[in-house]
């Protein structure tokens, strides 16, 4: 048993810690997010923060310390980079460098990476994983059970788990086989809130603007929205001055863009949109739609939105998404046979129906603190120092 003091030293102490994601840290998609922005919060406090990640050429932080090559596949509905199997006196050499107190690993993990991190470390090193994922289909949760079977003998080794959402939670239990603590993914609110600097010339216009920002990929729901476009048209639910843009990229924009072609609302198509040029995107919108049908372990996005200031943020009714609006029924949509009807008619009722909208602005602002990255932090923290703890019992 630890004695007391030496816990309340532990408290106290700067830690040397590496995140562990077999991935690029060249595109902050949602877990690269989530380390860029929690390393950032844990350097400010005055921790030693290290990334050890896939193959990156252009990292966004200090530190990095690429440890193999990867290659595209495609995964849960989405493409995906995995990592060739690295090479082990570079990360045996990259260990002995940095004598970590921490190693947090981004789960599920191949064992071609990550999982050779975990079997390289030191003993004294506390090994905490998070669990980001949520099954988009019957293929991923078997490939997901076939992973967990793998990289059971390294699993071993963790000493705490972290699931950023009650279904991540469940995917670590059923692949896995490990039960954790829920910490949401942080969102750095302050950079959102702050002065987001001039909206891009091509969303100014009059009239009420809706925003998409996503990747073209079917389980965004980026052609959903464009059936509510239609619909709407169709019922005369818009007002004048209607518009909406479109940020992202990825295979299906081509087909959008096409089918935009057919709509009279104006629709702009902005391409991918730097992290820095976010807030402002998302500060223009009356209105954030985000029309995810599933695969969702959360919705960083949503609060960006949130947080960014947006007059309301509206979801599809995605388990991922449900647990982060904490089942906000006016902000989520129905995401079966009858969406375009059930988008349309809420996009309408936001922009009709003042008062409604002015409170769920209000209640989606209050959840800013529960997830803000001073607070994901400050848990964060507390799972270290026992994961510590447990390595020196």
């Known amino acids: ?51 050890l990640v896939g193959e990156t050429h252009d990292s966004p932080v200090p530190n990095t310390h690429p440890l193999s090559r990867n290659v595209m596949v495609r995964f849960n509905g989405n493409r995906m980079r995995i990592p060739l199997p690295a090479n082990r006196a570079r990360i045996r050499e990259t260990l002995a460098d940095h004598d970590f107190d921490i190693l947090h690993v981004q789960a599920p993990y191949s064992p071609f990476m990550a999982g050779q991190v975990l079997s390289l470390a030191a003993p004294s090193t506390g090994i905490v994983a998070t669990y980001h994922i949520a099954s988009a289909d019957m293929l991923s949760r078997i490939g997901g059970r076939a992973l967990g079977l793998v990289n059971a003998p390294t699993h071993r080794r963790v000493d705490e788990v972290i699931a950023v959402s009650q279904v991540a939670a469940q995917y670590a ?21 702050d002065e987001p600097g001039p909206v891009c010339a091509r969303t100014r216009r009059d009239g009420p603007l809706v925003v998409f920002l996503g990747r073209f990929v079917p389980r965004k729901g980026a052609e959903l929205l464009l059936d509510a476009i239609a619909y709407g048209e169709a019922h005369g639910l818009f007002p004048e001055g209607f518009h909406v843009a479109f940020a992202g990229k990825g295979p299906l924009l081509d087909a959008c863009r096409r089918r935009a072609e057919t709509l009279r609302t104006p629709v702009e198509f902005l391409g991918f949109v730097e992290e820095e040029d976010k807030p402002a995107l998302l500060a223009a919108a009356d209105i954030a739609v985000f029309p995810a049908t599933g695969g969702e372990s959360f919705g960083i996005v949503l609060l960006e939105a949130i947080a960014s200031g947006s007059g309301v943020t509206l979801a599809g009714d995605n388990p991922g998404y449900r647990s982060t609006l904490l089942g906000d029924g006016d902000a989520l949509f129905d995401v079966g046979t009858d969406h375009a009807r059930a988008l349309a008619e809420r996009i309408h009722r936001a922009l009709t129906d003042k008062a409604w909208a002015h409170a769920l602005h209000m209640r989606e602002r209050a959840l800013l603190g529960r997830y803000d990255v001073r607070t994901v932090a400050d848990e964060v923290e507390d799972v270290y120092r026992r994961a510590i703890a447990d390595r020196n019992r």
């Open 1 to 51: 048993m630890v004695p007391s003091f030496c816990g309340d030293r532990l408290a106290a102490m700067p830690l040397t810690i590496g995140f562990v994601f077999d991935d690029t840290l060249d595109v902050l998609d949602g877990v690269q997010q989530h380390i860029v922005t929690l390393g950032r919060e844990l350097s400010r406090r005055g921790h030693d923060v290290h990334y």
């Open 173 to 193: 239990a059923s692949t896995a086989h490990v039960r954790g603590v829920v910490i949401p993914n942080p969102v750095d609110v302050a950079r959102f809130a």
